[in-house]
């Protein structure tokens, strides 16, 4: 940490905090993330159906959420001030079956895919390992008790 000469103060630890997690992910990037995501969420066999059946409408409000979302994971800017754990939790219940480890292994591999085509090589594992530690969560918060243990992610396994 430096100290700045000319006042002699300590810069205070928000302000590092703010940084992005990666120095190239911009705003735009995560627009076309969410876009491009959300658009084969709604083309997938599996995913598709547990969407619709929450979002039948219009889905322009779950897309600036989750443009929020991910700038707040990514860009440290504090937009998102959700709590995604009872919302997930609330889907599962009303999901036949609940949300299952298939169907986090269906999101992640779509969100990996759109990850590889948006994001410079330097970020997308940091963009992919924020979203399987958030997966993990929720994992946990809709199929866990207090002694589980979430999944390893498929590509977590890899790379081959
Ligand atoms: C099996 C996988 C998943 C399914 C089926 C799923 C489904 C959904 C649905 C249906 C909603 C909208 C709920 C509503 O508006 O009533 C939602 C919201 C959300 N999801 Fe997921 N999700 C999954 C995984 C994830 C993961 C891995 C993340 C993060 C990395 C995530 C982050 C969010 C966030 C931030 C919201 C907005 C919550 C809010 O309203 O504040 N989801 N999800």
Redesign the pocket.
Known sequence: MEIDMTTNEIPVRAASAREPAHPSITPEQISRLVETFYQRVQNDVR?AP??LQ??PGDWGP?LE??KR?WRSVLLKTGE?G???VP??A??ANQ?DGG?TKA??I???ALFRQTVGEIFEPGAQPIVIE??ER??SS?WLATNGDLVATPPDWPSQQMPS
């Open positions: 995913l547990i969407f929450q979002i779950h959420v989750m979302f998102y959700g709590r995604p919302v997930h609330k889907v999901t949300l169907d986090f269906a999101w992640l924020a979203a958030i997966a929720l």
